[in-house]
T-cell receptor, first 113, second 110 residues
Framework: ETGVTQTPRHLVMGMTNKKSLKCEQH?????MYWYKQSAKKPLELMFV???????ENNSVPSRFSPECPNSSHLFLHLHTLQPEDSALYLC????????????FGSGTQLSVL | SQQGEEDPQALSIQEGENATMNCSYK?????LQWYRQNSGRGLVHLIL?????REKHSGRLRVTLDTSKKSSSLLITASRAADTASYFC??????????FGTGTQLKVEL
């Protein structure tokens, strides 16, 4: 158990659905991250929040909308996704942005039909 | 970009053998980190080596860093089937953007 919990573990959605991924960390960290991992591709950094403020948006399409209400919670709101958005979405946290050690959740395996 | 390039892409060994994987990078670093990922799970931090260090050990793991060659290696000694996973390196430095490569997929066979 890494102290970072992601829900749901698996999600299947249609292209017209709206869903949200949730991440919660119990480590007292101040930075949280969303990564996307597609088959055969490097992990893609999507968003970074540091002390609840978004500090990084790696040219992510607007159909992905992050929300960080406090330093312990991070959401990724999904709407009108495409099949190519199917991937493992990983949340991570660290003491501060760019700190030395990331703690990852187990991920949400997303399938877009 | 602070993406590390892991090499080889895939490695298959017998249980008990040593596994060595490498990481190369292009710019200066503050530190370099290795992570492990079991299939379909999140990454787990293994070890961090700072730019002024040349070697670091943690259990059966040994990491070396050669800043003149901009490369690092991860050695797993006496491998076990449970070591089967993907291994990634990443770095911190100017920019604070922690990015990862495609990793080395290690398979340890009984």
């Amino acid at each position: 158990e890494t102290g970072v919990t992601q829900t749901p573990r698996h999600l299947v959605m249609g292209m017209t659905n709206k869903k949200s991924l949730k991440c919660e960390q119990h480590l007292g960290h101040n930075a949280m991250y969303w990564y996307k991992q597609s088959a055969k591709k490097p992990l893609e950094l999507m968003f970074v929040y540091n002390f609840k403020e978004q500090t990084e948006n790696n040219s992510v399409p607007s159909r992905f909308s992050p929300e960080c209400p406090n330093s312990s919670h991070l959401f990724l709101h999904l709407h009108t996704l495409q099949p190519e958005d199917s991937a493992l979405y990983l949340c991570a946290s660290s003491q501060e942005q760019g700190w030395e050690k990331l703690f990852f959740g187990s991920g949400t395996q997303l399938s877009v039909l | 970009s602070q993406q590390g390039e892991e090499d080889p892409q895939a490695l298959s060994i017998q249980e008990g053998e040593n596994a060595t994987m490498n990481c190369s990078y292009k710019t200066s670093i503050n530190n370099l980190q290795w992570y492990r990922q079991n299939s379909g799970r999140g990454l787990v931090h293994l070890i961090l080596i700072r730019s002024n260090e040349r070697e670091k050990h943690s259990g059966r793991l040994r990491v070396t860093l050669d800043t003149s060659k901009k490369s690092s290696s991860l050695l797993i000694t006496a491998s076990r089937a449970a070591d089967t996973a993907s291994y990634f390196c990443t770095r911190t430095g100017g920019g604070n953007k922690l990015t990862f490569g495609t990793g080395t997929q290690l398979k340890v066979e009984l």
